[in-house]
């Protein structure tokens, strides 16, 4: 079985930094699409952000959007989120997920249909 697993996540203050990271060493990690998605309590879960599976395309939802950037290692097999200037309202348990089905993210990278594999989440809390 497939295991998807994030790390990184934590307490921090408002305006402080966390990088995330994802790792899935049962897929082929060069030819997924990959995302970053987040719940906050009482909260749909939403789509943070999308990268295609070469690193060539990004995308972001409008908040996190100068803030946070997404990478990945194609060698470590690793994805990342790189979380700046962190408000209170990023506050959520952050997924990791993989497109199986796709390699590049498109315009509906934010539905969740698109993806396969899911970590159980890492949580970021930020107080103010």
């Known amino acids: 079985q497939v295991q998807v697993v994030e790390s990184g996540g934590g307490l921090v203050q408002?305006?402080?930094?966390?990088?995330?990271?994802?790792?899935?060493?049962?897929?082929?990690?060069?030819?997924?699409?990959?995302?970053?998605?987040?719940?906050?309590?009482?909260?749909?879960?939403?789509?943070?952000?999308?990268?295609s599976y070469n690193s060539a395309a990004t995308h972001y939802t409008t908040s996190a959007k100068d803030r946070f950037t997404?990478?990945?290692?194609?060698?470590?097999?690793?994805?990342?989120?790189?979380?700046?200037?962190?408000?209170?309202?990023?506050?959520?348990?952050?997924?990791?997920?993989?497109?199986s089905k796709y390699s590049t993210c498109s315009a509906s990278w934010y539905s969740e249909d698109r993806y396969d594999y899911w970590g159980q989440g890492t949580q970021v809390t930020v107080s103010s």
């Open 14 to 51: 408002a305006g402080g930094s966390l990088r995330l990271s994802c790792t899935a060493p049962g897929l082929t990690f060069d030819r997924l699409a990959m995302a970053w998605f987040r719940q906050a309590p009482g909260k749909e879960r939403e789509g943070v952000s999308c990268i």
């Open 70 to 99: 997404v990478s990945r290692d194609r060698f470590k097999k690793t994805l990342y989120l790189q979380m700046n200037a962190l408000k209170p309202e990023d506050t959520a348990m952050y997924y990791c997920a993989a497109a």
